[in-house]
């Protein structure tokens, strides 16, 4: 059974940064496609970017890019997402998600196992 453990949220002010991490354990892991997600209080959840097992592919969402950068280290087994220039609109639980997929996905249901999610919060 595949465990994706989220770390690294906290409260940061505008404009500071933050680097999640998204440790794996069970199954090929370092194959899967990894995605985070984020749900702001009343809203839907959403996709914020993802890579692929490899690293040649990823995914932004268009808020986020220029400020966001995931990578991976396979022999680690986590993905790291680090974000700059943090607004309070990216105020939200950050979850990361995987799948084994050729590719990469922006869907939510594409992606089989969620870790438990960490809060970021920005403050103004």
């Known amino acids: 059974q595949v465990a994706l453990v989220e770390s690294g949220g906290g409260s940061v002010q505008a404009g500071g940064s933050l680097r999640l991490s998204c440790a794996a354990s069970g199954g090929a892991v370092s194959t899967y496609t990894i995605g985070w997600f984020r749900q702001a209080p009343g809203k839907e959840r959403e996709f914020v970017v993802a890579?692929?097992?490899?690293?040649?592919?990823?995914a932004y969402e268009d808020s986020v890019k220029g400020r966001f950068t995931i990578s991976r280290d396979n022999a680690k087994n986590t993905v790291y997402l680090q974000m700059n220039s943090l607004k309070p609109e990216d105020t939200a639980v950050y979850y990361c998600?995987?799948?084994?997929?050729?590719?990469?996905?922006?869907?939510?249901?594409?992606?089989?196992?969620w870790g438990q999610g960490t809060q970021v919060t920005v403050s103004s």
């Open positions: 998600a995987g799948a084994f997929f050729g590719s990469v996905s922006v869907t939510a249901r594409d992606y089989k196992y």
């Open positions: 890579i692929r097992w490899s690293g040649t592919a990823t």
